[in-house]
């Protein structure tokens, strides 16, 4: 993702909340929050700001995904950084795109194979698409990339929350869409690769190499028509998580998250920030379709873990790859009623 957006934080709207000790007496305090209340209802309250859609679609609890395995999700999340940097090109690169094939055995899997010229010199690059066929004309993408970056190739950085933790959350998302055909639009799960800049800090003409490409062969094909919804995870599995509201995102799209999230009452984790995000989801919002990034830009203190060597296991929780992942089916349910 592009630094000069992200570092718009100036630009979020944060809203603090502090609890002190009350000065009043029991009974006066009980009198005073009643009253709070009472102005509050009348008023609205700070959820109010927050995306809204026209028709919300309460939860179904024979729908709504209840059965995301966290720690099945975060063994995975280990596996990938047990391999190390994985730039393209490189041997670890190797290693974890054959990993998530041999998770996807049985399963319809597209290959998306191609080089790129970049400074550093010519980079195989592949993107790997796993298919979930359903009932309705058209797919539903859920995406991530895999690759590390190519600069910091030299030192232990293994991203474990920048693109590890979001490429094993949809090896688990793999695991709830097996062996089922969806009663919805097909769902195409996407590891994309090049997705990270060839030079530090980002310089865009050497960077999202593979949704660039994929975005353009599907817009060729006749494909990025029949898309309804794109999905990207990034950076999900931060144990303090907040997901950003996108302002790039598609409005809509955002506004059924954000449902998602409320009908399975994880909407605190939504949201609460603003900001643009340059990210993967760019080509393909370039191109028209509707596309939307889950993506949780505040990664330490003033993001002092992002693209170091302190993106680590440790910084991440199983817990928030639950909450990413059952909001995604969610919203992908709510995608299939709209």
């Not at 089922?180 to 999202?208: A, F, N, Q, T």
Request: charged residues 25%; contains cysteine; glycine residues 8%.
């Amino acid at each position: 993702m592009k630094p000069e957006k992200q570092r718009a934080k100036n630009r979020r709207h944060r809203r603090l909340w502090a609890r002190e000790t009350s000065p009043f007496p029991i009974f006066g305090e009980g009198v005073l929050w009643f009253s709070i209340v009472c102005v509050l209802s009348s008023l609205g309250t700070a959820s109010d700001t927050k995306p809204k859609t026209a028709h919300a679609v309460p939860a179904s609890p024979e729908q709504t995904p209840i059965a995301f395995n966290a720690s099945r999700a975060m063994q995975y999340v280990k596996e990938i950084v047990g391999f190390g940097p994985r730039p393209v090109g490189g041997v670890n690169h190797k290693k974890v795109e054959d990993y998530i094939l041999s998770h996807l055995k049985g399963i319809d899997v597209e290959r998306d194979d191609f080089e790129v010229t970049a400074t550093e010199g010519r980079f195989p690059v592949h993107n790997i698409i796993a298919k979930f066929p359903g009932t309705k004309d058209g797919i539903i993408v859920i995406a991530s990339h895999y690759d590390t970056n190519w600069p910091l190739k030299d030192v232990n950085y293994v991203g474990a929350n920048d693109g590890a933790s979001s490429s094993a959350l949809l090896l688990e998302i793999a695991n709830q869409l097996r062996g089922k055909k969806r009663d919805g639009y097909s769902v195409w799960l996407l590891w994309d690769d090049g997705e990270e800049s060839m030079r530090l800090p980002w310089y865009d003409p050497e960077s999202l190499y593979g949704v660039r490409h994929l975005a353009q062969k599907w817009q060729d094909d006749g494909t990025l028509k029949k898309i309804k919804a794109f999905i990207l995870e990034d950076m999900i599995g931060d144990a303090d998580l907040n997901i950003e509201h996108d302002t790039n995102s598609t409005s809509w799209l955002e506004d059924l998250i954000y449902q998602a999230a409320t009908n399975l009452g994880y909407q605190s984790h939504f949201f609460g920030r603003e900001m643009a995000v340059t990210d993967d989801h760019e080509p393909f919002l370039k191109h028209g379709v509707p596309a939307a990034d889950l993506i949780d830009f505040n990664y330490g203190y003033n993001d002092v873990f992002w693209h170091t060597t302190q993106d680590t296991i440790d910084k991440l929780s199983p817990k928030s790859l639950a909450i990413v992942g059952t909001v995604t089916l969610e919203t992908v349910r709510l995608v299939d009623q709209r």
